[in-house]
DNA sequence: CCTCGTAGTATTAACGATAATACAGCACCG
DNA sequence: CGGTGCTGTATTATCGTTAATACTACGAGG
């Protein structure tokens, strides 16, 4: 903190008026004249006075801040995400406090009691983990303003996220379409229980009458580009007569797509390869990379939305409400054309 | 805020001591008996009891809290860099607040403003321009500890940055110990007045005997992938004889390798690229890239090791010091083998 | 037996702001 | 001419914590 700010005793001291008279002044209240308001304003400009906020925020019991709990910053998606909370929390005059998780529950705990301790006015939540979020749910039972931003529609808290089923179904809906019938899943979602990409993408075999076929799915160890590589690798091992390729991520899909170059395998020709996420790599990758959208604009806008309703809320406590933003489909060229029986890989 | 968090005086109530008491025995104080304590310690975590950080900082005069202003949090470096900073920070005790000034130098004046307004203990900042820091100095010259990421060795303001023009000086050298002649520079810095990296390169050449050929430097208009696809473009139509490009940064590098992609131009066989930054899809590119690595984790280490010094220098206030981290070069796939007089771009 | 130190606890004063209330002085009105 | 209301300012309380100081009881020492 600064040595020796200026405060309002201060200006007090120098103008001769008091305390109260200054802060009122500076608050544009109608009650202080021009004139007297003129010479605490002059004062206040000579001596560099900047409200300390932390006084402020004691008496008037808010901080003006959010807490920001991502599970890991260098995922491009959470990054994207980062700025569009920053950026439109600081429009509506809020600090945000970033924390990470690193996907680790005790250190998600750890960082919500952080912000708790700081008096974040509300808090908006990447959980690592959609099934262990007691912890949250009993934050909210305190009356404490959170919005997850991955969430189960019964989780009893509220949530604005995308609806990674509806994706994952539209994208797999979509390569069937496009004639594929051997679709792999390269999946990273397993170790947390998110399961509804891999929810979507059987739904959509099963509404075309294709039979699910587990060789056909491989679980990737993470979810960055190294582990797309990898599971691409074990997925060409299988003979399983793969024509395309839906990846759960767009790192992972980046990763199945660098395989392919380095084994000569052609994308799209030889295998489609579908990504989710649509991060800005996916649209520069050697090969354009279809993926699935995810709106991060509109999910991080209700979100906050949401999370500022419900500091706002005064008495009645509104019951929680889960906001599902259904996603668009960007087709680039790694998915290009229709897929007639030719080369197959595996 | 929590509408109703238990505070010192609700433990009082309950256990019949009084406020300080309670204070003093939950902050471990050998005044206080074990009985007594226990007592107090179990009604606190009967009452969930979370001392307020923002009482806290009043009467203490430290938020434990440092500002981080960046220019742009889309850029991967500034990315890893947030993470890190978070990461090294909360294990402080720091929280770290975050700020983007979009590289608007008002906008930065701003989020600096806020910061101080909030009483952050010290502040990290990518200043917009290197040249444009008078209002970073005035916050030096009234006691506020600050260090700059990016910085000129006389701004008169403690600075820990990547030494830019000897990483340029050594990528520039590498390729010319492969036996390139003519290089090309793809440069974005130039709006924000960073010459450092072209001061790096034209060094290289003159320590080479090569003389400057202007055709062969390319102004990027912007920082991203799209940019450095338009630059190569415009690098190819110009007739050159360019054996290599060196770009600063990485994606300009992955743009110009996507245009190399697109017109067949074979990489590293009819052109090296090299990059700088190595952000991490520099390392998964169609070709891997060659990069002059960012030592993020010692940059930032360092930057916070300092501006907690400054924090903590109660009266001799050190004069600044700027400390260089020198870059090491990450050879790959990109700028590999001698370059022997073959096939020519433009 | 009276002082003195000390252990345990309480009281009071900060920190820097806002908010509620109080109090002059003056104009207006019946 | 006394009350009433307004205008401009000051006083006081409050937020939840820490820090400095004050008190009380008790045991030890001269």
Chains 1, 2 share one sequence.
């Not at 309002?8 to 305390?19: C, H």
């Not at 989780?155 to 604005?160: K, P």
């Not at 960055?224 to 991520?249: H, P, Q």
């Not at 409400?321 to 229709?338: C, H, K, M, Y």
Request: include cysteine; proline fraction near 4%.
């Amino acid at each position: 903190m600064a040595k020796s700010a200026a405060r309002l005793k201060d200006i007090a001291q120098q103008t001769g008026f008091s305390v109260n008279t200054v802060s009122l002044a500076l608050r544009g209240s109608p009650r202080i004249p021009d004139e007297t308001r003129r010479q605490i304003v002059e004062m206040a400009d000579k001596m560099n006075y900047l409200p300390n906020q932390v006084a402020k925020s004691l008496v008037m019991k808010e901080t003006r801040s959010i807490g920001l709990v991502l599970t890991d910053i260098t995922n491009p998606v959470l990054t994207a995400v980062a700025q569009a909370v920053e950026l439109e929390l600081s429009r509506l005059g809020y600090i945000t406090l970033f924390a990470t998780s690193n996907n680790q529950l005790d250190l998600e705990r750890k960082v919500i009691e952080t912000f708790r301790q700081r008096r974040a006015d509300g808090m908006l939540i990447f959980p690592c983990n959609h099934r262990q979020i007691d912890h949250i749910r009993k934050l909210r039972a305190r009356n404490y303003p959170v919005v997850l931003l991955v969430g189960d529609p019964d989780a009893g808290v509220d949530a604005v996220c995308m609806d990674e089923r509806a994706g994952a179904f539209k994208a797999t809906t979509y390569l069937i379409d496009s004639g594929h019938r051997r679709i792999a899943l390269i999946h990273s979602g397993g170790e947390n229980g998110n399961f509804e990409k891999l929810d979507g993408y059987k739904m959509a075999l099963a509404a075309a009458g294709i039979p699910f076929d587990p060789d056909l799915l491989v679980a990737s160890r993470g979810h960055d580009v190294r582990n797309g590589f990898g599971a691409m690798e074990t997925l060409s091992g299988r003979t399983t007569g793969a024509t395309a390729v839906f990846c759960s991520n767009d790192s992972l899909a980046l990763g199945a797509l660098r395989f392919c170059t380095v084994r000569g395998i052609s994308v799209p020709r030889d295998l489609a390869i579908f990504g989710f996420d649509n991060i800005e790599f996916a649209e520069h990758a050697a090969t354009a990379l279809s993926s699935v959208n995810y709106d991060i604009e509109a999910i991080t806008g209700l979100a906050i939305e949401r999370v500022i309703s419900l500091i706002n809320a005064k008495a009645e406590w509104p019951a929680p409400r889960v906001t599902l933003v259904e996603p668009d489909l960007v087709i680039r060229e790694s998915t290009a054309g229709q897929w007639r029986p030719a080369s197959r890989i595996g």
